[in-house]
């Protein structure tokens, strides 16, 4: 069955140092999503991503982060600058195509470390 | 903007006793509700959805919810649990477009 998938697994990184995350949704989906969850809380809502363009974005988003479809099956999410707080697991998620609009489906995360 | 909230941040079973996950979200004119299961070191696996229909919807590994517009609720339940229910479970709303607004969830332990 198709599935999100994400890479690295696990990624170590020096504070101020850039990031990139990546993500293959599953192939016909339209929308594609980045979640957070840090340590212990929620998992909160960062941006959804439609058409090649965002459609939303919470206040978490702010200048440091940004999201690109370089090539048609890629969805990344790079960090400029990263801070401490910005520890945590991301999670992918795509949804659309046959599957329904409303269906989320969700890679396995990257854990994300800033030291 | 909408909310969830899940009553139970840890809920311990004996196997094959019933269970019941509760969750509550804020009041809107329209909601989608999901119920998510986290197993252990991976990621969120959809269990079921309710978007619109019978207020029952039954999901997978057994377990069903039920859409509760007067209390605002979506309780999950599974009439009997297995080891391999241990599991954190998010419950979720939809919020404006796309959004997914999830609770602070509930981790499931099963006792043999």
């Known amino acids: 069955e198709p599935e999100v998938t994400q890479t690295p697994s696990h990624q170590v990184t020096q504070m101020g140092q850039e990031v990139i995350l990546r993500c293959v949704p599953i192939s016909n989906h339209l929308y594609f999503y980045w979640y957070r969850q840090i340590l212990g809380q929620k998992v909160e809502f960062l941006v959804s991503?439609?058409?090649?363009?965002?459609?939303?974005k919470s206040e978490i988003f702010d200048d440091q982060f940004s999201v690109e479809r370089p090539d048609g099956s890629n969805f990344t999410l790079k960090i400029r600058s990263t801070k401490l707080e910005d520890s945590a697991m991301y999670f992918c998620?795509?949804?659309?195509?046959?599957?329904?609009?409303?269906?989320?489906?969700f890679g396995p995360g990257t854990r994300l470390t800033v030291t | 903007a909408q909310s969830v909230t899940q009553l139970d941040s840890q809920v311990p079973v004996f196997e094959e006793a019933p269970v019941e996950l509760r969750c509550n979200y804020s009041s809107s004119v329209s909601v989608y509700l999901f119920w998510y299961v986290q197993y252990p070191n991976q990621g969120l696996q959809l269990l079921l959805k309710?978007?619109?229909?019978?207020?029952l919807v039954k999901g997978i590994n057994g377990f069903e919810a039920e859409f509760n517009k007067s209390q605002t609720s979506f309780h999950l339940r599974k009439p009997s649990v297995h080891i391999s229910d241990t599991a954190e479970y998010f419950c979720?709303?939809?919020?404006?477009?796309?959004?997914?607004?999830f609770g602070q969830g509930t981790r499931l332990t099963i006792n043999p």
């Open positions: 979720a709303v939809r919020q404006g477009a796309q959004k997914l607004v």
């Open positions: 991503f439609y058409n090649n363009e965002i459609s939303e």
């Open positions: 309710y978007l619109s229909g019978s207020t």
């Open positions: 998620a795509s949804s659309g195509g046959d599957r329904g609009l409303y269906e989320q489906y």
